[in-house]
């Protein structure tokens, strides 16, 4: 709630409407009527409103924050008319779960109320003296500069109206790596209104040399939460949406509420599912992969042709991991950089954006084609009906241990350097895949290996031979603690 008062403030009374019982912290503000400023003696203050567009402003400002901060409760009262000193000019309250947030939230109310709320200021002084303090007055003083967009909007294409467009426009970014970093920060810069990130992963020092939203000081830290802080501070007026997920846990009406999706992972799985609940949704997606020095980028709308009319029904090749086959930071920077300017494209609808086609970037040579890529009229991912397939990867946070009956298929010699410190079956994978009559078909099982890429394979040819209930453990058994 955003008011605007004659009377003098209440605080005992504002608190009470701030609160809220589901939170563990209410941080209020006061902003009073000091005897100075700017070298004069103050003796009293006035101030005026534009009442309806400052309620409004003021209303606005308190549901960015909400979303921004995950607020339960946000009230902002500003007094008008002749205040004396000590009396409380401005008063402002949020209650969150967690006092981090609130203390933020706190600051970007007062911070974007003193900015953006049409409210007018004049000082009395001891000397008999008065006088309107302007706006430009205060922007010299701290108060927070906006982000300036005009080397954007001086392009033709893009203008006033396009920044406004970007600054409507919500877009997913799924995977804060290689690719996500550059994507991530472009769109900030661009504007765009508001960025959604998924990424379940922490912070490894292999990570950095391409990942350069992170530092040393972030790792082992989930790589979502540095994301948003790095892009909070490098543009503080758009609003970021962090999802400490998998986009497995992602339901496709969350999806629709997007304008766009940028998938920025490397793996085919994810892949593939991004490009059938995309379809579901309606939205469009910007896919890229690289592999060494080669980038590919793909544009997936509901009307074009999708990941999965390349392949006429039969499953793509996995495409190999940068651990597995190596990457410079350089190149994930160019390709990702290439899905920021992709999204801009699509979100205005600019020329020669990406349609039924392949964008191929071969870098070790700077050499770039696009393959054309028509619709394939068999291909079953735009038969948007069909349930969403269900990956057989889980993460050791998304399930109860207890409920699983868990099967260890690694080699003996690993399994005696490393035991799984948890109850278990040892069945070494080429065993199980031989003997698959050694598991119940309506038994519940976690398949344990090193990192979850031999799991992931198992778990596949169970399901296919009809074990419904065999699920692969990312991260294998190090992310087993006993
Ligand atoms: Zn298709």
């Known amino acids: 709630m955003f008011a605007i008062y004659s009377d003098p403030l209440n605080a005992e009374q504002l608190k009470s409407e701030a609160e809220n019982p589901t939170c563990g912290a209410l941080v209020t503000f006061e902003g009073w009527v000091r005897n ?122 893009i203008g006033k109206t396009g920044q406004e467009k970007l600054a409507q426009s919500k877009v997913l970014v799924v995977g804060a790596g290689g690719l996500g970093c550059p994507a991530l920060a472009y769109l900030a810069g661009a504007g765009v209104g508001h960025l959604g990130i998924v990424e379940h992963d922490q912070l490894e020092a292999s990570n950095l040399h391409r ?45 629709a509420e997007y304008d766009l999706i940028i998938e920025c992972t490397d793996c085919m799985d994810t892949k593939l599912l991004v490009n059938r609940a995309a379809l579901k949704a309606g939205v469009p997606v910007v896919f890229a992969s690289i592999y060494q020095f080669e980038g590919q980028v793909q544009v997936v709308t509901p009307d074009s042709s999708c990941l999965e009319c390349l392949y006429e029904g039969g ?18 920077g160019v390709i990702g950089s290439i899905q920021a300017l992709e999204a801009i494209k699509q979100l205005l609808q600019l020329e020669g954006r990406l349609e039924n086609e392949l964008l191929i970037v071969n870098l070790a040579d700077y050499s770039m084609r696009k393959l054309k890529l028509p619709r394939n009229g068999k291909c079953p991912a735009h038969d948007t009906d069909q349930p969403l397939p269900e990956s057989v990867d889980v993460t050791i946070d998304e399930i109860q241990l207890s409920e ?23 069945i070494p994978m080429n065993d199980l895949l031989n003997n698959p009559q050694q598991l119940e078909k309506d038994q519940l099982y976690l398949l344990v290996c090193a990192a979850g890429v031999r799991t992931q394979y198992t778990a596949n040819a169970f399901r296919s031979a009809g074990y419904d209930k065999v699920y692969s453990l990312i991260g294998g058994n190090r992310v087993i603690k006993g």
């Open 404 to 426: 699983y009956q868990i099967i260890d298929i690694r080699e003996p010699a690993e399994v005696a350097a490393e035991p799984l410190p948890c109850g278990h079956q040892h």
């Open 211 to 255: 990942q350069f939203l992170y530092s040393m000081e972030g790792l082992g830290e989930k790589k979502v939460a540095l994301a948003e802080a790095w892009l909070t501070q490098y543009n503080p007026s758009i609003a970021i949406e962090a999802f400490p997920a998998r986009f497995q846990t992602l339901e496709v009406e969350q999806l």
């Open 36 to 157: 100075h400023n700017e070298g004069h003696e103050v003796t009293s203050l006035e101030y005026e409103a534009y009442s309806a567009l400052a309620v409004a402003e003021g209303e606005r400002i308190l549901a960015e924050a909400k979303e921004k901060f995950g607020l339960k409760q946000a009230v902002c009262v500003h007094r008008v008319g002749h205040l004396q000193i000590g009396e409380i000019a401005v008063w402002v309250g949020v209650s969150t779960p967690h006092r981090d947030a609130a203390y933020k939230a706190n600051r970007y109310i007062i911070d974007e109320i003193k900015v953006r709320v049409p409210i007018w200021k004049k000082e009395h002084y001891v000397t008999g003296d008065s006088g309107w303090v302007n706006c430009e007055e205060c922007a010299k003083h701290g108060h927070k500069p906006q982000m300036d967009y005009s080397r954007q909007t001086v392009l033709p294409t």
């Open 315 to 332: 499953a793509p090749a996995e495409v190999p991991s940068c651990s597995v086959a190596g990457v410079l930071g350089a190149v994930p």
